[in-house]
């Protein structure tokens, strides 16, 4: 989508990609909410999760990319929450897929 600023970054025409493969690129959140702040998201525009399709997609990420960040991040041992905001209530701003993974400090629940 043209004027997606996360299909941008996934792009590559703007930012900096800490990972990326075939169909998901990932890069650091702009307002980091923990010392370890990523952002993962499919290279191809999809709204949000529940426009997600693809099953091989969806389990790309939880399985082999969510795991190879936390590696890379130093959150694999340590533990890390994974959020998916969704949709006006949920609190999501950006209208482009993405899975959020904080870590790096000990997380709070109930969320805000
Ligand atoms: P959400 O509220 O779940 O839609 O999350 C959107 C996230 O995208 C927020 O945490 C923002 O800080 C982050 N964000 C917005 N624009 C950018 C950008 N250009 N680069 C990196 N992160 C961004
Ligand atoms: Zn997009």
Redesign the pocket.
């Known amino acids: 989508m043209a004027d997606c ?1 996360f299909c941008k ?1 996934a792009r590559g025409e ?2 900096t990609l800490i990972y990326e493969d075939e169909t998901v690129a990932a ?5 980091p ?1 923990a010392p370890v702040h990523v ?1 993962i998201v499919p290279k191809v525009h999809v709204a949000n999760i529940t426009e997600l399709e693809d099953k091989n997609l969806a389990a790309h990420i939880f399985t082999e990319v969510v795991p190879e960040i936390a590696k890379k991040t130093g959150v694999d041992v340590t533990g890390f929450r994974l ?1 998916v ?1 969704t949709g006006e209530e949920g ?4 209208n482009h897929l ?1 899975v ?1 993974l904080l870590g790096g400090r000990k997380m709070t629940w109930p969320p805000g």
């Open positions: 600023v970054i703007i930012g890069f650091n959140d702009a307002s909410q952002l959020v905001n609190g999501q701003t950006v993405h959020h």
